[in-house]
């Protein structure tokens, strides 16, 4: 190999997406848009690089895994690890331009400095839907909502959204005199993966609990739906002010927000969601595909009272939610991307092409993606093509012009007289 060439080659934990894959992701994203859209929710975009002062506020775990350098100007900036931050600068810097509340969505790229593993790069993009400016639970219920029509209109049915409220956790750690609780929900965080064994060592070594108050948590744990609520009212009613005070919210909020959804069997109280220990402070809640568990949460989120408490001292609440593209896609990737009319004119000669041309504008015109071949190669050569990239009907000029319709799949001929009786065809299938 020349010593001059570069090998090309990828950043380890980067990776480049070939067509397939690059065509099931904006296909999916361009679902998801309509139904934020269908709840009034705008786009907006932020910038890739940020001051890293902006990424870095509190020094924490994140902080290490910011891709951040001097910049020509010798100041110190860093790529973007979530799109939360960036929303935080964003509505300190122009609430008064878009005004309060506000709906926004925002899909794009986001960098984090970790160790890549399966599945899980060092950049991906993330897919965010938040509406800032209002503590109703009207606004926690839209969110859970946007969550179930997004599966709903990809299809993807047998799955549970998993709701928890802050305050009912802190009700249940004040209960059992622990000062905060962030220590039971940062070891409850790991049930699915050391078991009650490894939780029960793990809160005896880090809290003042006794072995009996983390047996009787974990039985609470087992317990779902409304009467989770019903049994903590009932145990926790004579206990200290601020168990009261917890309970009282986080039972009222989380009744209200399950008869604001219906009481749709998909939704599903769970005390063992534990999200964003330092951030949340309300609704919670993640998204489990049945049938995947493995994957993990798919789409997952909550309410936070301090949005933009970084940079401005203005109160302002918001809930938001993510839904996870890349996983949804593991999910999605044996499904077949081409169920949608893709139509393939292999150039035959060139004296055809002008009428070819004529042919795929008018398919065009009728929002029917549609090529014709380049150049007048062997019939072979041009199928091919037509496989590779999915093509589910090819199209023939007959010597009396008129046209065959060809199905890829079926390799099933029609003649059509006309361009017209083409689209006939087609439109049951769009």
């Not at 705008?42 to 902006?54: D, K, Q, R, S, V």
């Not at 790529?79 to 929303?87: A, E, I, K």
């Not at 009212?233 to 002010?241: A, C, F, K, M, S």
Request: proline fraction near 4%.
């Amino acid at each position: 190999m020349d010593s001059s060439k570069i090998e090309p080659k990828t950043l380890r934990g980067f990776h480049d997406r070939l067509p397939p894959e690059t065509l099931k992701k904006e296909f999916l994203i361009d679902q998801l848009k309509a139904v934020f859209k269908l709840f009034g929710f705008l786009p907006i975009e932020t910038p890739h690089l940020e001051y890293l002062e902006t990424l870095k506020g509190e020094e924490g775990e994140i902080s290490k895994q910011i891709f951040h350098f001097k910049d020509q100007g010798d100041r110190d900036v860093g790529l973007r690890f979530d799109l939360t931050v960036p929303l935080a600068r964003f509505i300190a810097q122009y609430k008064n331009e878009v005004g309060l509340p506000f709906k926004r969505y925002a899909i794009g790229n986001v960098f984090r400095g970790e160790r890549p593993q399966a599945g899980r790069y060092r950049e991906f993009t993330q897919c965010d839907f938040d509406i800032v400016g209002t503590r109703s639970v009207l606004a926690d219920a839209e969110i859970l909502l946007v969550v179930v029509k997004s599966l709903d209109i990809i299809s993807v049915k047998d799955f549970v959204v998993k709701i928890n409220h802050r305050c009912l956790m802190n009700a249940v750690a004040f209960h059992l005199g622990l000062p905060e609780a962030t220590p039971l929900l940062r070891a409850i965080d790991k049930l699915d993966k050391i078991g009650e064994d490894g939780v029960l060592k793990e809160l005896l070594e880090t809290t003042s609990l006794s072995e009996d108050s983390i047996r009787w948590t974990f039985e609470l744990f087992k317990k779902r739906g409304l009467q989770l609520i019903t049994h903590l009212e009932e145990t926790l009613n004579n206990d200290l002010p601020l168990v009261r005070e917890n309970l009282t919210r986080g039972s009222s909020e989380t009744r209200e927000i399950i008869s604001l959804l219906g009481n749709d069997e998909r939704f599903e109280l769970d005390l063992t969601v534990a999200r964003g220990l330092g951030y949340y402070t309300g609704m919670v809640f993640e998204t489990v595909l049945k049938d995947r568990a493995e994957l993990g949460s798919i789409s997952s989120g909550g309410r936070y009272d301090d949005l933009v408490e970084t940079f401005s001292s203005d109160s302002i609440p918001g809930v938001g939610g993510s839904i996870g593209l890349d996983r949804l896609l593991v999910y999605l990737e044996s499904r077949e991307a081409g169920s949608q009319v893709k139509v393939f004119i292999p150039l035959e000669d060139d004296g055809k092409k002008h009428n070819l041309f004529m042919i795929a504008d008018k398919l065009r015109d009728a929002h029917i993606p549609c090529e014709v071949y380049p150049e007048a190669h062997k019939m072979k050569k041009q199928f091919d093509y037509a496989t590779r990239w999915g093509h589910s009907h090819i199209i023939f000029l007959n010597g009396d012009n008129s046209l065959r319709l060809r199905d890829s799949k079926t390799r099933v001929d029609t003649t059509c007289p006309d361009i017209e009786a083409v689209l006939r065809h087609l439109s049951p299938k769009l």
